[in-house]
């Protein structure tokens, strides 16, 4: 199962503060910015911290991700820069189509480095969603598509609104690529961080829609996205039952096991599996099936 | 960009400091750098400034020196005014400025 | 073995017997009995009367300080119920320094940066000696740096008070400032303009002081309810036009952190208490009025409400997030030593089962009957800890004088459960550290460190380890978070000190814990 990234949040580059404060942050993923976080005039000092800070701090369980320039400014330097320090993912910035992803892949492979570097292209446009499909098959590397929902909304002259009706379709099409291609589908920030019922019902509404997580635009965010993605008892319960009555049912060599009046088909097996692998991947306790 | 030189050989042959550079935010956390040429063989002048002098002083200056030598620089002037960075964002900070004090062209 | 120096005390830190004509007993642990002696508690000498139609009042500070005929050399005492907004001691100092008075001690219960002025009465020899809490801002600085020639007194509040009815601190004029007054010296903090709340840091003053003077600038009618401190205790009352500055007496709200790493290790300290036997029906807490203390408070409450837990009482440092447990009852009372808000002097004001307590009543260590003992839990910070869980919150980590015992050592000594909840790095400083640069809070009475990295239990109380795994709390030895610490900053130096000492910390019974050096002058 490929990592867990409910959360991620944005650390600007040049800002050593913000980066030590990473580890610390309790989300599955951080991302060191290179691009929109950072000036014109200082993208050389953010691609040497970030690099440095790579090396030198732990950041523990949390995923470490960059994000690089666009490749067509200095993202192919930030990535000759970066990658000997030995990223665990790249974030692509503007993807539009196949040959970005493919730029990416060939750097990480030059750059010879004994673990493994994922890509995930952060789609942030109209193109950039009609070629979700291709992007997201575009290397084995790739191991989730993001959305970009600002840019997104500006690119095809919408308005973003709380709701998000406006950027409903770019989801929904994110989600059916990045599972059609058997990767990772992650969402857009909640840009109100003072809205917590927002952040809440809009975190509930993605999951719903079949994404596996979202960004957070600042720390206070990261415990209700969590709370949101995360199993929660009866589910974990729920699970164990399910996963418990198919073995029961085959064995029999019935065909169809049931569960709360309900039949449980291939579909629910599989979602109850990936509920208990989340679950075990969390540590949360695994209880007993009920009788 | 020059990338960061490794190699002390290829170091003494090649780098130079050809202008005033700065680098670093002057804010918590961080160390404002700045560099500037000296003449030759008037050595590595560290003019340092910290918070947290009497507690990392010491390290704080051994880091820097520990990246003018592997760039194998030997006569400059740096200024340092830190504010409680951590060693990985002095070193990068210091690089950052050599660099910029190095850089061919315009 | 003792040496012309002193003597290895019972926390390793070497201490002198005799200094300055004072004589010390090394501390020697936290609840040693003190060596029996026939010794009676102070008092005022005798023949103040007033008579009858008489009042106390006279119309300047002058006549004030002339009436209770100070001298050359005496003891002056203030409180800080005011925090920065206070204004009685620099106006009391300064009438004192004019009026030609030389070589005074000052007993200030703490001091703040608003009492820099100090630092000028110093160099001018009007003040030669400071017994108080400690010292914040330049005032702080300046003694650490050698400023004063003979060494300043730290104590807890609890020790103040003993040391108060010992007669080890003779104070010959206790000048109170008092938010709410009456004409023959009934005083309270809880009405007037410059209300603070209580003014439990000034009863011992009151009682125990030659001469008491109540310096106010708000008056009702005789007798002012309610009655802190009793007429029978003061002699003078001068009303000035102002004692503090209210905005800076108490905050109109304190805001609860919204950083979601201090409020993480607010969580962690809530699920060590919670895991402990002491979250009982009864449980009886103290916390403070800093970001992490606000969101504990919070956060128990939310706990108890959940599993139906009433405490007994909260006790403070009283915030609104104290009180809204009252109002909320989830707790039964509170008992008030300094009110930091608004919120918390209305409902000290108003609240039956609100009360203030003296600081004698709260953390005496040498008295029938103190506060601290009933506490089952307080959480409480650091500027540094060390691996044997010694505490330091008197001085930063590069050994400048700053911050006060306060009740820290107090209410670590007398509570159940001791929590300190700090981060485990501030900037590129480690907290946790080999040794603290002094040893404020003896790690005999700490329990439980919550930091944003970990959890470490003292390994003295195997009992507290065995609640904690049983609760499946991850738990981390203290030495592997000072290791992740220094991995984090690097390694720091010992900073440079000289030989003078310039400040003595008193543990509470009036032993020595630690003494602190004057600073070497900066590279």
Known sequence: ?291 | MNTKVKDNSMALQTVKILREAKAGLDERGDVFVSISPSEENSGVQIDLESTLMSLFGDQIRASVLDVIEGYGLKDLKLAIRDQGALDYAIRARVQTAIERAVKEGE | MPDANGVINAVGRKVPLEIDGRHYRPYAGVFVEPPKEDKRRVGPRLGTILHPGEDCMVSTLREAIERIELKDGMTVSFHHHFREGDKVLNMVMAEIAAMGFRNMTIAPSSLYSVHEPLIEHIKNGVVTCIEGGSARGKVGRAISRGLMDRPMIIRSHGGRVRAIERGDLHIDAAFIGVPCADTIGNCNGVKGPSACGPLSYALADAIYSEKTVAVTDYMEETPVIPISISQEFVGTIVKVDNIGDPSKIVSNTLRLTRDTVNLNIAKNAVRVIEASEVFRNGIRFQTGAGGISLAVTKFLGERMKKRGIVGSFGMGGTTESMVKLLEEGIIHKILTVQAFDQYAIKSLLKDVNHIEIGAGFYANPHNRGTAVNLLDVVVLGATEIDIHFNVNVNTHSDGILQYPTGGHSDTAAGAKLTIITTPLIRGRIPVVVDDVVVVSTPGESVDVLVTDYGISVNPRRQDLIDQLKAARVPLKTIEELRDLAYSITGRPSKPDFMDKIVALIEYRDGTLIDVLREVAPGR
């Open chain 1, 1 to 291: 199962m490929a990592r867990l990234r409910r959360s991620r949040i944005y650390l600007p580059g040049n800002r050593p503060r913000m980066i030590q404060k990473g580890p610390l942050l309790g989300a599955d993923a951080v991302i060191l910015d290179l691009e929109d976080s950072v000036s014109p005039e200082e993208k050389d000092a953010a691609r040497f911290l970030v690099t440095h800070a790579i090396k030198a701090l732990n950041f523990g369980e949390t995923e470490v991700m960059v994000r690089i320039n666009p490749l067509s400014a200095c993202g192919l330097e930030d990535l000759a820069a970066v990658l000997p320090a030995g990223p665990d993912a790249i974030v692509v910035p503007k993807s539009e189509n196949r040959q970005g992803v493919q730029i990416v892949e060939k750097a990480i492979i030059q750059s010879n480095l004994s673990k493994r570097v994922a890509i995930l292209p952060l789609i942030e446009s109209a193109k950039g969603i009609l070629n979700a499909y291709e992007i997201a098959c575009a290397s084995p590397l790739v191991e989730a598509i993001t959305f970009g929902g600002e840019d997104f909304t500006q690119d095809i002259g919408a308005t973003r609104t709380r709701e998000g009706r406006e950027i409903f379709w770019g989801r929904s099409m994110l989600v059916i690529a990045a599972k059609a291609a058997g990767v990772q589908a992650l969402d857009t920030v909640f840009s109100d961080f003072n809205d917590e019922e927002g952040l809440r019902n809009d975190t509930l509404a993605i999951k719903q829609m079949g994404f596996d997580g979202r960004a957070a635009i600042h720390p206070s965010q990261i415990a209700i996205i969590h709370e949101v993605f995360t199993p929660t008892e009866a589910e974990i319960q729920h699970a164990v039952n399910v996963i418990r009555a198919a073995e029961i049912a085959r064995g029999k060599g019935s065909g169809v096991a049931v569960v709360k009046g309900k039949m449980i088909d291939k579909p629910i097996i599989q979602r109850a599996e990936k509920i208990i692998r989340i679950a075990e991947r969390l540590d949360l306790p695994i209880p007993e099936p009920e009788a």
